[in-house]
């Protein structure tokens, strides 16, 4: 397929005006799945269980099974309503929303059409800079996931160019949370900024509940993004594209700016917007066409007869939003003044994910400083080079461990990344690695004097230099000691003793 046109995104800009709206989807880490008792284990879990293992008769659509609603997934659906600003509907319904796929086993989705259980609300959200913008939050409503087809026999693993396709259903049934926005309009040349900001804060709302892992890599949290453009002077919307399961937070700003520079080629060169979903392409920073987006007569939605409605008492609502945590921009703030960070420091931490687990080492007994200087350095340098996410790789207590052997003269920095390097290849504890590496930094006098004496014999001026006042030339002796001791020796102590030589 020929690479598509795109304008430059400045006169994307003067020519048109970008409109926006997300479908963002959050799976729910209920023990069971939404309808059925099928187990619905963590992430880890998850991928380490055979296919087509984690399932019920109701998952696959069998005949005669019956669904039963799960009651932690009406909680959560609750919270997350509460939190995004929504209403709570005093009586919701399940519908069928009907249509074939090869991994929903009945034919039809149990999900929510015109009764959804939260609606009418908002979430701010902050861009980096510190600007806030409010989105308006249309519903969310409950739904089952489906399963997941593995296309075989092509080179790419996509269904262009397969041979055949497999099919999973471990994840059909798995309880989610659609939130659509209402559309969303002045967002201008920050429109993939604010597409990035909103998911993060919908990630950071749903992890501050403790109702999802919201991992956008493992598919926890999927980012439908819906982009039109409409020209200048006009107000008739345009022609919408919705971009699926777009996998990253940087992935769902470039695929936003994507569709912006092709749709305004598009456009002015005399072409139509087809209304169809798109696929993003990671590797190469593209959207190809998938299929004509269906509206919602198309759907044939109908009350879900097996089900009763679903009518939440208020004291269960008024109990949820009474355990509502802090607002995630709300709390960001009051960590940035708590710990003493420039708005660039924080942003290393906000924009890295890292919130909180760096919150987590300060509580295990980091300082702020400290905890920030780990996850933002060498522990994400390990990350990067081994493509994984930061948080995979130590918890917070063993970098606050870490740090405290540092604090105690234990350990100097260049042996903690050594002793990190252990901890993480899987060693133990920090103190642990110290104790079978033989890690631990040597203050014994009697064997730092030993090793400076060496370097002395070896550098026989070097003294000299020190009694007449030349300080500084005791750096040799030290970086020679230092060297010899395979950077275990304690510097400041070695440079005590060495000036305590000199004045004798």
Same mark, same amino acid.
């Given at each position: ?35 059925? $008792? ?7 879990a ?12 109701v ?16 909680? !959560?659906?609750? *919270?997350?309503?509460?939190? #995004?600003?929504? *209403? ?57 996931d ?21 099919? $999973? ?5 798995v ?25 993060q ?26 982009v ?5 002077? +006009? $107000?008739k ?13 940087r !992935? ?24 169809e979903?798109?696929?993003w ?12 987006k *269906? ?28 355990a509502?945590?802090e ?15 420039t ?6 931490v ?10 987590? +080492? ?17 522990? !994400?340098? #390990? ?7 930061? +948080?995979?790789?130590i !918890? ?23 002793? #990190? ?8 504890t ?14 014994? $006098? ?50 005590? #003793? ?7």
């Amino acid at each position: 397929m020929a690479a598509a046109k795109l304008m430059d995104f400045d006169k994307a800009l003067e020519l048109f005006e970008p409109v926006l709206g997300f479908e963002v989807h959050v799976e729910l880490n209920t023990n069971t799945k939404m309808f059925s $008792d099928a187990p619905n284990p963590a992430n880890e879990a998850y991928h380490a269980a055979e296919p087509n293992t984690l399932i019920a008769p109701v998952d696959l659509g069998l005949p005669g099974s019956l669904p039963v609603v799960n009651e932690t997934a009406i909680r !959560s659906s609750i *919270s997350l309503g509460l939190a #995004l600003g929504c *209403s709570i509907a005093d009586s919701s319904r399940f519908a069928r929303k009907n249509y074939f796929y090869p991994d929903l086993g009945k034919n039809y989705q149990i999900s929510q059409y015109d009764e959804p259980i939260a609606y009418d609300g908002s979430v701010e959200v902050e861009l980096e800079d510190g600007t806030l913008i409010t989105i308006p939050i249309e519903r969310a409503h409950m739904e089952e996931d489906a399963g997941k087809l593995t296309h075989m026999g092509g080179a790419t693993g996509r269904i262009q160019g397969a041979e055949y396709s497999l099919v $999973d259903y471990n994840r059909a049934g798995v309880p989610l949370v659609e939130i659509v926005t209402n559309i969303i309009y002045g967002t201008e040349h920050r429109a993939p900024e604010v597409a990035k900001a909103y998911v993060q804060a919908i990630r950071d709302i749903v992890r501050g509940l403790g109702i999802s892992e919201a991992r956008l890599e493992r598919g926890n949290l999927r980012c439908d993004a819906n982009v039109s453009l409409r020209p200048r002077g +006009t $107000d008739k919307l345009g022609t919408r594209t919705e971009t699926k399961n777009v996998n990253s937070m940087r !992935s769902v700003e470039r695929a936003v700016k994507y569709e912006i520079q092709r749709q305004a080629q598009i456009l002015a060169d005399g072409g139509t917007i087809t209304q169809e979903t798109r696929h993003w392409h990671e590797d190469t920073g593209t959207t190809s066409p998938g299929r004509p987006k *269906s509206d919602a007569d198309d759907y044939r939605y109908f009350p879900e007869p097996d089900l009763l409605p679903v009518e939440p008492a208020a004291e269960l609502i008024e109990e949820l939003r009474a355990a509502l945590p802090e607002q995630p921009v709300a709390r960001r703030r009051r960590l940035m003044t708590e710990w003493g960070f420039t708005d660039l420091e924080f942003q290393d931490v906000r924009n890295g994910g890292l919130l909180e687990v760096v919150e987590a +080492t300060i509580a295990a007994g980091a300082t702020p400083a400290t905890a920030r200087k780990w996850w933002t350095g060498e522990i !994400s340098r #390990l990350a990067n080079a081994q493509e994984k996410d930061a +948080t995979e790789l130590i !918890s917070p207590e063993n970098v606050a461990a870490l740090q405290q052997l540092v604090d105690a003269g234990t350990l100097t920095d260049k042996l903690a990344r050594q002793v #990190l390097e252990g901890v993480i290849a899987g060693e133990g504890t920090p103190q642990e690695v110290v104790d079978a590496r033989g890690l631990a930094v040597v203050s014994d $006098d009697g064997a730092l004097i030993a090793a400076i004496d060496e370097a002395l014999a070896a550098q026989p001026d070097v003294m000299a230099k020190i009694k007449d006042g030349k300080v500084q030339a005791a750096g040799a002796v030290i970086g020679a000691v230092m060297k010899a001791m395979k950077g275990q020796a304690d510097a400041a102590r070695v440079r005590e #003793l060495i000036l305590e030589r000199a004045a004798q």
